[in-house]
């Protein structure tokens, strides 16, 4: 992939609104009909926030973000991501549910392919995570990637990882640690 800066230094973010041209944007089925159908009522109802990346006046792509949780259950995952003997109290059990941001959908429309904006938008998404975590606390960023080559090689361009033994076949479940390094 090919990364146009000039084109990505151009675009604006901004919120999804009755404004933006939703009818003209063209990815895939999925990201379509959420897009279409779905996205402004989430983004009133406050259950996603829906940024729109526009190239002057056009929809050139969209992510979505939330809050979820990350369950890390198994020791050795814990390990991995240095989470082990965390504790809110004396004698209680460990902690095994951890801050993270979602990206929910994330779309390029056809005409805009192959020019960074995946990882841009990728990029946008982790920097909100960064962002939130020092008022909120957020440690990882979570997508259930489509279990394509394409996808899942956007999201570890990104810095984001699969863990071992999932049981989906549609999607992969992938995080993106935000543990600060010293």
Not at 83 to 102: D, N, Q
């Amino acid at each position: 992939m090919s990364v146009n800066q000039e084109f990505l230094d151009n675009l604006v973010v901004r919120p999804i609104g009755p404004e933006i041209d939703l009818q003209s944007f063209c990815c895939n089925d999925t990201i379509d009909w959420y897009l279409k159908q779905e996205a402004r009522r989430h983004h009133t109802k406050r259950v996603a926030a829906v940024h729109c990346f526009m190239h002057e006046e056009v929809l050139a792509g969209y992510v979505t973000t939330s809050m979820t949780e990350v369950v890390l259950d198994e020791s050795p995952l814990r390990t991995l991501y240095e989470l082990t003997e965390i504790l809110f109290r004396k004698g209680g059990g460990h902690k095994k549910r951890f801050p993270a941001l979602l990206i929910g959908m994330l779309g390029v429309c056809a005409q805009f392919k192959r020019r960074g904006l995946g990882e841009q938008m990728v990029k946008y998404a982790i920097g909100q995570a960064l962002g939130a975590a020092s008022a909120v606390a957020c440690r990882f960023v979570v997508v259930d990637s489509d279990a394509t080559d394409e996808a899942m090689g956007l999201y570890r361009k990104c810095g984001f990882s699969a863990p071992e033994g999932q049981k989906r076949t549609d999607t992969v479940r992938m995080l993106h640690d935000l543990r600060m390094r010293p």
